[in-house]
Nanobody, 127 residues
Framework: QVRLVESGGGLVQAGGSLNLSCTTS????????VAWFRRAPGSEREGVSY????????YYGDSVKGRFTISRDNTKNTVFLQMNNLQLEDTSIYYC????????????????????WGQGIQVTVSS
């Protein structure tokens, strides 16, 4: 059974930082690329960041470039999202998602291309 479990969310003041984790089980983690998505109430799901299976390349949505950093530790089956200088508009539920690297042909922000998802974790930024 494939499981993705997010952790590290919570409440933070604007300008603060959080580090999200996504721990995966039930798959050969090093075969999978992982993305972070988010969805705020009344908004569409947004691709936040993506890291390929080896960790050598990563990508970011325009709204988080320069503030968020994605990384992974394949020995721990975990992907991290370091979020700095958080803003009110970053308030959302954050989800991690995984897809098999060798069959990934669609843009990384295509949510439908990910067969495995975590349950989501709330990030709230206050003023």
């Amino acid at each position: 059974q494939v499981r993705l479990v997010e952790s590290g969310g919570g409440l933070v003041q604007a300008g603060g930082s959080l580090n999200l984790s996504c721990t995966t089980s039930g798959v050969t983690f090093s075969d999978y690329s992982v993305a972070w998505f988010r969805r705020a109430p009344g908004s569409e799901r947004e691709g936040v960041s993506y890291i390929i299976s080896s960790g050598r390349s990563s990508y970011y949505g325009d709204s988080v470039k320069g503030r968020f950093t994605i990384s992974r530790d394949n020995t721990k089956n975990t992907v991290f999202l370091q979020m700095n200088n958080l803003q009110l508009e970053d308030t959302s539920i954050y989800y991690c998602a995984a897809r098999l690297s060798r069959t990934a042909t669609t843009p990384w922000s295509t949510a439908e291309s990910y067969p495995y998802w975590g349950q989501g974790i709330q990030v709230t930024v206050s003023s």
